[in-house]
């Protein structure tokens, strides 16, 4: 019981508020950057800050820092096969 | 339950949050084909969804994102809240949360009834006339964000299911798994909206 305990561990108050900080920043960040008519630049722009949302959401809120490397190995895996499927289907169709 | 490992109740734990993830990995495919299709329609038809983008409300988008951060931070504080055994202020923290939800709900009320206003919805004769990549934006629109709401309303249902079972004291600092993974669904809600708003609102 005492080494399970050592293992859970418990995000702090401040260090969760300070994530959702970075993430609405990144939020107004995306909205600014896209306001702007850059056209497919906008688009890569809007999308890899999604990205590093949805990475900091999942390492942080969901802590997945602090999780074991088995499940860490097969989310990463999952979203690794997730994106390749995503990648070679869309450039099948848009390459066609 | 005669398992020896399963007096610290670690083992469950464990195993219970593997669980949660694998559904949640099959949920990011179920999302991730609706991506997909949108992806290979917006090259295919790239001014149409130009256009058909410009009607979604930005200022609403943002909004919802934000409620949303938000909701998902206090959801993460409401267990931590729990694991250092503090159920009053986990239930407040979970209330709380319900209540971004519900009004991400409200705000997608007002926007989908605005655009009902404006026959803008599946099967309207408007749409009917349309270019057939804006038709294919707004079903799209609404199959994303439709099921994305489903997940909201489920999301408020398990998370109202902890508020009871964190003041019958079933859900405590010892015993919390169903906090954690409903966590992570809100978590997972969170996700799908913060590529569902770039790509929807943003991207005109």
């Known amino acids: 019981m005492n080494m399970s305990h050592e293992k859970s561990h418990i995000s702090t108050y401040t260090s969760l508020a300070t994530v959702l900080v970075i993430l609405l920043l990144l939020t107004t960040l995306s909205v600014g950057v896209t306001s702007y008519h850059l056209g497919a630049f906008a688009v890569a722009i809007a999308l890899i800050i999604a990205s590093v949302k949805v990475a900091i959401v999942i390492t942080q809120f969901m802590h997945m820092k602090f999780e074991s490397l088995f499940l860490k190995l097969m989310i990463t895996g999952v979203f690794v096969i997730f994106a390749l499927v995503i990648i070679i289907t869309f450039s099948d169709y848009y390459f066609r | ?204």
Do not use: C
């Open chain 2, 1 to 204: 339950m005669t398992e020896h490992h399963t007096d610290t109740g670690q083992f469950d734990q464990e195993t219970g949050k593997l669980g949660m993830w694998i559904f949640l990995l099959t949920e990011l495919f179920l999302f991730g084909g609706l991506f997909l299709v949108y992806a290979v329609f917006r090259a295919k038809y790239s001014l149409d969804f130009h256009n058909a983008a410009q009607e979604l409300n930005t200022f609403i988008g943002t909004l919802n994102t934000v409620f949303l951060l938000t909701s998902s931070m206090t959801v993460a504080m409401a267990l931590t809240a729990i694991q250092k055994n503090s159920p009053r202020l986990a239930l407040f923290l979970v209330f709380i949360t319900i209540l971004f939800a519900a009004l991400f709900m409200v705000n997608k009320y007002f926007e989908w009834t605005h655009k009902f206003s404006l026959h803008i919805y599946p099967g309207s004769p408007v749409l009917k006339n349309l270019q057939k990549g804006e038709l294919l934006f707004f079903g799209l629109y609404y199959m994303m964000t439709g099921l994305h709401a489903l997940h909201v309303f489920i999301g408020m249902i398990l998370l109202s299911i902890n508020l009871v079972k964190i003041r019958k004291n079933v859900v405590n600092s010892g015993h919390y798994l169903l906090l954690e993974n409903s966590a992570l669904y809100w978590h997972l809600v969170d996700l799908i909206w913060i590529f569902l708003f770039p790509l929807l609102y943003l991207i005109t």
